[in-house]
């Protein structure tokens, strides 16, 4: 397969992809009209990104395009629903950069708390002075409230543990059950973690149902002086009500992610918050470990290989969980050339419109049994049909 990388990966991922034969061209600063441009004239059949977006017209630009693979845990940058409506398979690389992460998130903690940035500018501008840096309130038996349970927020709880803190948490899925088993303070909404909590940190996807999830009330909720912290997406955080909490609660903030993050790797930045003195900024580097970088391009790479070798694709983001359906047929039958076939121009002819099929073949290969789910209506004469045909065993019907 030809395969267009338009983003770094790293490189212990392209030579798995060039070990396993396939024709892989790497153009990692690919944006706009330069990534049409390379999917019109080389046609890939996959296409890798990291930060690139891929737009409705990306993916009308190769009519070879199969495999969209986001070389990393989110995939908003995607035009996910358009590449479902053209047949077009998304994954990602969920857990692999959760480590990472976490690292980061605990890194700003730390450096928040401590004043870590604000010493080394000053030390560096020739400023002595311990005791304004010398009232850190310290991490031990303080509350950390975890918004998002997943392998990120997981790994975050982890590393909290270690230091002595007492972590509450909330998640979408996050049972009592779950919060007991990772030894934390289960709460029935964000809006109780952002009360009772010392240190929030978010870990959530960006969905429609997130967006804007930490809001003004979210920010009022919280106590003076709480240090909160970003490093997922820029979307589930209302920057005007956080700039408002910053002044009016004293807050400490640390953000990987922002609103109006430059597109370009290397060049001019400003954000509303980037002066304010309570405020620690990086630049979108949580998943940037080497071994996160790695772990992502291996995954990336076997999501490849697994499609090419058997047309199913690992993480896949973009499968129906529930098709419309309404009824499933069961067929056994002889393994014939032919016999399949003939059940389906059946189907054809009653307007059945196939939704999910699988076809099992028994050892020896001898007979097989067909499902077949499927959405039209019910019409006993197409069963009849298909039960006469010489090669057909039994014929099962169920309205699902």
Known sequence: ????????????????????????????????DALLEALSSHGPQ?????????????????????????????????DVEGASNRGIFVANCPGKNS???AELTLGL??????????????????HWNKKAFAQAAGLKN??????????????????????DLKVIAWSRSLTREDA???????????MEVAADADIVTLHLAATSDTKH????????????????????????VDEEALAWAVDAKDLRVGLDVMSGEPAHKEGPFS?????????????????????????????????????????????????????????????????????????????????????????LIFEGAQAASASIRFDGAMDEAVIRRIEDHDDVFAVTLIEL
């Not at 903690?109 to 870590?116: F, H, Q, Y």
């Open 271 to 359: 954000h509303p918050l980037a002066d304010h003195p309570n405020v620690y900024i990086t630049h979108h580097i949580g998943a940037s470990t080497q071994q996160a970088q790695n772990a992502t391009a291996e995954e990336a790479a076997r999501a490849v290989t697994t499609f090419d070798e058997t047309g199913a694709v690992p993480n896949c983001v973009n499968l129906a969980t529930q098709t419309p359906a309404t009824h499933q047929i069961t067929v056994r039958h002889r393994d014939r050339v032919g016999v399949l076939a003939a059940i389906l121009d059946e189907m054809r002819r009653a307007e059945w419109n196939i939704q999910e099929m699988d076809n």
């Open 142 to 163: 303080r509350r950390l409230g975890v918004v998002g349970v997943g392998s990120i927020g997981e790994a975050v709880i982890r590393r909290a543990h270690a230091f």
């Open 46 to 78: 996959v296409l890798i990104v990291r930060s690139t977006r891929v737009t409705a017209a990306a993916l009308d630009a190769s009519t070879h395009l199969g495999l969209i693979v986001r070389a990393g845990a989110g995939y908003d940058t995607i």
């Open 109 to 126: 903690i730390l450096a928040l708390d401590r004043k870590i940035a604000d010493n080394v500018a000053e030390a560096r501008a020739g």
């Open 180 to 190: 007991d088993r990772l030894g934390v303070g289960w709460r029935s909404d964000p």
């Open 213 to 236: 999830l930490a809001g003004r009330s979210f920010f009022e909720a919280m106590s003076e002086g709480t240090v909160f912290i970003n490093t997922s997406r820029a979307s589930v």
């Open 99 to 101: 480590v990472a992460v």
């Open 1 to 32: 397969m030809t395969i267009l990388v338009a983003d770094r990966i790293a490189p212990v991922g392209i030579e798995t992809l060039k070990r396993a034969g396939h024709e892989v061209l790497i153009q990692s600063k690919l944006e706009g």
